[in-house]
């Protein structure tokens, strides 16, 4: 009797230290919004390999539809946010600023890859620092670079194994690339400056200027830099002509070889290989004008632990997993993301890759990172841009405005 009696009290005992383990473990929410399906899997796959690793937090992914940041900021709002949240990048310093109390700052939950200045590349380790403290973990990102199809340069007599050299090459083959039919209308548009993936910020690095200045926090549009990039564009279209001002500016026109040349992310070089596999594509660095720098730019997502959050070191667990350089480089063999983490960016670099993807790749470290209101510089300086290739204002009168347009969303949003 007494031996019975003691396996019961033993098997209680364990029943109840099972319960008390399973009542340890803490589930933490993960959101994530419009993700490709390969960022998708890769979730679900990292997501999966966390649990089984980390018995004592569980992550319960939720993919998320609708508008990010209206979700985003109800939850935080009424109280509920979740506890790990994919995040546009260019968006978290202008939160920190003009939002307030909204994301936690980060720095001393942090892992050590991903600590200190250079524990993440120069473009993406500017859009998540404000006021000395890290507010978000990037992940993932693209860049840019000048896209051509082989056969047209072959035909042209023109070298297609390397980029132009300069700008002025680069416009002698716009124009040796572009063929009229007999009415006018362009039968083959070699390269023009306002279509692709690069916008007129692009030009503004090219030519030494840029769009936001993060000592003064101000707005930098109307610069002299700036204005010669403008003028540029200007002329080009002018010389090109009308008909290429009117030339159609969808990718489609390059994939069925109605454009030669064109600046596109890494990420669309992958869908122009797999829409036309038969096209002999190559890639290098758009050229600069002396004295300017690559005007190469790099987009892409980040992870912030939102204000509210009720397990915030399980978060930040679950975070340093899913950005360490391990799963940097698992992403970028899931997705073909680019990683931002130094050490998994040169560990990427070091595998074998094509030329052309080398050439997106080595653009990395020198890649433009975005400023606070990044969207708002994006459309006001694409809008300019159209109205000075339409010959509708000035580049001077169009960069004016921009600056003053962007000078008044600065002190209506940010306060600066």
Not at 103 to 132: H, N, T, V
Not at 170 to 198: C, H, K, M, S
Not at 227 to 242: M, T, V, Y
Not at 392 to 412: C, G, Y
Request: proline residues 5%.
């Amino acid at each position: 009797m007494r031996t019975r009696h003691l396996v019961a009290v033993f098997t209680l005992l364990s029943l109840l230290l099972v319960g008390q383990v399973a009542a340890a473990k803490t589930t933490i929410t993960y959101w994530y919004f419009g993700v490709t399906e390969l960022t998708e899997a890769f979730i679900q796959e990292a997501v999966a390999e966390f649990n089984e690793t980390n018995p004592d937090i569980q992550v319960e992914a939720i993919r998320q539809s609708g508008n990010m940041y209206d979700q985003t900021l109800a939850a935080i709002v009424g109280g509920a946010p979740p506890d790990v949240l994919y995040f546009e990048r260019s968006a978290v310093v202008e939160w920190v600023a003009g939002r307030g109390n909204v994301f936690e700052p980060l720095d001393r939950y942090l892992s050590d890859d991903l600590k200190g200045p250079d524990a993440f590349l120069p473009f993406a380790q500017e859009e998540i620092q404000f006021e000395g403290q890290t507010w978000a973990v990037p992940f993932g990102t693209d860049v840019r670079g000048l896209v051509w199809n082989i056969d047209h340069l072959d035909a042209a007599g023109i070298d297609s194994s390397r980029s132009p050299g300069s700008l002025d090459e680069l416009e002698e083959y716009a124009v040796r690339l572009t063929t009229e039919a007999g009415d006018g209308r362009i039968q083959q548009l070699g390269f023009a400056p306002w279509i692709g993936n690069w916008n007129m910020q692009g030009w503004f690095w090219s030519f030494g200027g840029d769009v936001f200045d993060r000592e003064s926090r101000r707005p930098v549009v109307d610069t002299e830099p700036n204005r010669e990039a403008a003028n540029w564009i200007s002329e080009f279209a002018q010389r090109l002509g009308s008909a290429a001002v009117q030339f159609p500016r969808g990718r489609g026109e390059f994939t069925s070889g109605l454009r030669s040349m064109g600046i596109e992310a890494n990420v669309t070089y992958e869908q122009f290989r797999q829409t036309a596999p038969e096209l002999r594509l190559g890639v290098g660095a758009v050229p600069h004008a002396q004295g300017g720098k690559n005007g190469t730019w790099s987009g892409g997502y980040a992870h912030v632990v939102p204000k509210g959050s009720k397990h915030i070191a399980e978060a930040v667990e679950f975070l340093n997993f899913l950005n360490s350089p391990r799963m940097q480089v698992r992403q970028f063999e899931v997705t073909g993301g680019l990683p931002t983490g130094t050490e998994a960016f040169f560990e990427v670099l070091e595998q074998p890759h094509d030329a052309a993807r080398l050439a997106f790749l080595e653009q990395l470290p020198v890649s433009n990172g975005r400023p606070p209101l990044w969207l708002a510089v994006h459309l006001a300086v694409a809008a300019a841009m159209n109205e000075i290739v339409a010959g509708d204002k000035s580049p001077e009168q169009a960069l004016t405005e921009v600056q003053q347009h962007m000078e008044n969303q600065f002190a209506d949003i940010l306060g600066w």
